[in-house]
Antibody, heavy 124, light 110 residues
């Protein structure tokens, strides 16, 4: 079974750093892009960025460029999302998702499966 | 403000057919396939429709998708109480070079 399992909920203070994880299993982790998606409380889905674990090629949404760092360790089939200095506005649920598709054309892809989500709460 | 526009809410009674629209532009929906995701309360999103109108294994054929020009639609026939969820459309945007989502539609089964 193809599965993405994310790390547990985090409660942090403003200014602290954080790294959350997403571990893939049941498929060749290195050969599929992994995306990160934010969902703020009561709001919709926002694409943050994506990484190809095999060569670490990473793309960011302009909204998140410079705000977070996406990385991966293909030796342990795990992708990461990292903050150096959290803000209260980073409070959200964060999902990872595997990008799968019919071709190398970016548009001909979709996200499946999704991780269960990691709730990040930033509060003083 | 989301790049793709969806109605914030939709509703129907059991057995009815409902449709949810998703409006975009030439840089996203017109040139790229549309995917739909279902998010049941308190759970992670799940792929519902990919490539405009394809259903993944396990998704009932009550769910169907279509696309025309810069708009797409999700139709749910034979509405059931377990269909109560948030539904999101998504597409690749060639101008932004990234994935864009609709704001989501909350479906209520009356």
């Amino acid at each position: 079974e193809v599965q993405l399992v994310q790390s547990g909920a985090e409660v942090k203070k403003p200014g602290e750093s954080l790294k959350i994880s997403c571990k893939g299993s049941g498929y060749s982790f290195s050969n599929y892009w992994i995306a990160w998606v934010r969902q703020m409380p009561g709001k919709g889905l926002e694409w943050m960025g994506i990484i190809y674990p095999d060569d670490f090629d990473t793309r960011y949404s302009p909204s998140f460029q410079g705000q977070v760092t996406i990385s991966a360790d293909k030796s342990i089939s795990t992708a990461y999302l990292q903050w150096n200095s959290l803000k209260a506005s980073d409070t959200a649920m964060y999902y990872c998702a595997r990008q799968k598709g019919l071709s190398s054309d970016w548009g001909s892809n979709w996200f499946d499966p999704w991780g269960q989500g990691t709730l990040v709460t930033v509060s003083s | 403000q989301s790049v793709l526009t969806q109605p914030p809410s939709a509703s129907g009674t059991p057995g009815q057919r409902v449709t949810i629209s998703c409006s975009g532009s030439s840089s996203n929906i017109r040139g790229n396939p549309v995917n739909w995701y279902q998010q049941l309360p308190g759970t992670a999103p799940k792929l519902l429709i990919y490539s405009n109108n394809q259903r993944p294994s396990g998704v009932p054929d009550r769910f169907s998708g279509s696309k025309s020009g810069t708009s797409a639609s999700l139709a749910i026939s034979g509405l059931q109480s377990e269909d109560e969820a948030d539904y999101y459309c998504a597409a690749w945007d060639d101008s932004l070079n990234g994935w864009v989502f609709g704001g989501g539609t909350k479906l209520t089964v009356l």
